[in-house]
């Protein structure tokens, strides 16, 4: 269960300790988290602007830079989803150069989990696991369930018992095994820990964690190459594990290292759910380290209470003079519904909760008005329908005759009337 590789390895965060390629998540000197280290000069020729333009319009552009074994073929147009000058939102909480990277119609199952779970599964394949799986708060659930069904791995996959609905039927839809735990996501994750050990299945997030983590970069290296090779003043970031936020700065990094963007500081503000906030109150108190929370929240995709990289994610935030921000429940049912109504981006409870905290940094002067910033929309709304129960009355079925309809919009919209009628007057016909 190795393979070796001259480009890349995995490698202890902490001591430095070398490890070759397989499936571990921890160091077994000093149990500190493993990454996967890039020989940078190994690659330096083969990944330039023109290459990467050159590829396919998927992650797979940046695979010189992903740890995709040997004879893996990459066909699942995963990513390169849009990134989109947001003026309308600008507008409403005072931004004049905001842009949203827009993974809610990340391909194929709507979030940004699609991109670490097809690097997962290719190491999963070249480990030899024949049946994979995950912890999950939802949209890796659902990426893991589509991605496995494709490859024809089985698929085991665990979440807490009270998910959404729609993230409960998006997982069973592809037919995998789904494990719903009477626990929050910790408890979920801890049982995975000891099932991987104990079965031998391959767990995306468990034991393939340092690959399925690499496969998040490829969000950083689209902000920059959508922006025309260069790098924003300020990235807005969801915060779950943690992880994604720290794999957008790695990104960056190794853009500059291979010249392919110009070093400029970048700010990385992190968002968070009032409810499970452990990362932003660590980065408020100045910490280092992560005080365990005991998630209640409807962003559930962002409901870890202790986080697996919160103590290096707060870290990377202070060392990038950046910060992290949480907001109330209600405030991410507000920012779902702004995001919406101003750029058309329906978002699930994460983005909410990204947009709700954006609004919140400009306002608070953390952002000045016309930094270049990018807020990551991460998952999509249509799985998240219950946050927004309640919001919009039905109103009665109208019978389909234009005297009905006359009455019917006089008095559940009459604004919308006196609009139409101006507009009859100004193009000279009568009614
Ligand atoms: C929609 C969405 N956004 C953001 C995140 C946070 O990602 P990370 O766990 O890498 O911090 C998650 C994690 O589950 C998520 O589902
Ligand atoms: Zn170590």
């Keep these: 269960m190795e393979y070796s590789c001259r480009a890349y390895e995995l490698r202890c965060n902490e001591c430095g300790k070398r490890f070759g390629n397989r499936p571990q998540s921890a160091c077994d ?6 990454e996967v280290k890039f020989d940078l000069d190994a690659v330096r020729g083969r990944f330039t602007r023109e290459t990467v333009s050159a590829g396919p319009a998927s ?5 010189e830079l992903l740890p995709i074994p040997e004879g893996f073929q990459p066909d699942l147009p995963v990513g390169f989803t849009p990134l989109t000058r947001a003026k309308n939102l600008g507008k409403r909480i005072g931004a004049t150069n905001l842009y ?27 480990f030899g696991f024949t049946t994979v799986g995950c912890s999950s708060t939802g949209n890796l659930a659902n990426s893991v369930a589509a991605q496995s069904a494709r490859l024809g791995l089985k698929a085991c ?3 807490p018992a009270d998910l959404e609905p729609a993230k409960i039927l ?18 979920v994750n801890r049982l995975c820990t000891l099932i991987a050990d104990e079965y031998g299945w391959g767990l995306v997030n468990v034991n393939l964690r340092p690959y399925y983590a690499e496969g998040s970069k490829t969000y950083g290296y689209e902000i920059a190459e959508q922006l025309g090779w260069k790098l924003p003043d300020n990235v807005v970031v969801p915060m779950a594990g943690g992880s994604l936020i720290r794999k957008i700065r790695k990104a960056f990094n190794e853009l500059i290292a291979l010249g392919l963007v110009e070093d ?11 409810g499970c906030s452990p990362i932003s109150h660590a980065v408020k108190q100045g910490w280092d380290y992560i005080e365990p929370q005991r998630p209640n929240t409807i962003a559930r995709s962002l409901a870890i209470g202790n986080p697996a990289d919160g103590p290096a994610a707060a870290k990377m935030i202070a060392q990038n003079g950046g910060y992290a921000e949480d907001v109330s429940d209600v405030e991410v049912v507000s920012g779902i519904q702004e995001l919406a109504e101003t750029e058309g981006i329906f978002t699930e409870t994460a983005g909410g909760v990204t947009t709700a905290v954006t609004a919140r940094l400009y306002s608070h002067g953390r952002i000045g008005a016309d930094e270049t910033t990018v807020i990551c929309i991460t998952g999509n709304g249509l799985k998240t329908t219950d946050a927004l129960e309640g919001r919009f009355r039905q109103q009665r079925a109208v019978k389909p005759r234009l005297s009905e309809f006359d009455d019917y919009i006089r008095e559940t919209d009459p604004a919308l009337v006196g609009g139409l009628e101006q507009e009859l007057e100004l193009a000279g016909g009568a009614r």
């Excluded at 992650?59 to 695979?63: F, G, N």
């Excluded at 998006?170 to 408890?187: C, E, F, K």
Aim: proline share 4%; aromatic share 12%; hydrophobic share 45%.
């Design 29 to 34: 000197e000093c149990l500190a988290p493993l």
């Design 59 to 63: 992650i797979w552009r940046y695979k």
């Design 100 to 126: 949203v990277k827009n993974d809610a119609v990340c391909f194929p199952t709507l979030s940004f989990k699609d991109r670490v779970v097809s690097v997962a599964l290719a190491n999963a394949q070249a």
């Design 157 to 159: 996959i665990l979440v």
């Design 170 to 187: 998006n997982t069973q839809v592809y037919g995998a095994h789904l494990v719903r735990i009477d626990g929050n996501y910790d408890h």
């Design 264 to 274: 400029k500081p970048v700010r990385f503000f992190g968002a968070q759910a009032t």
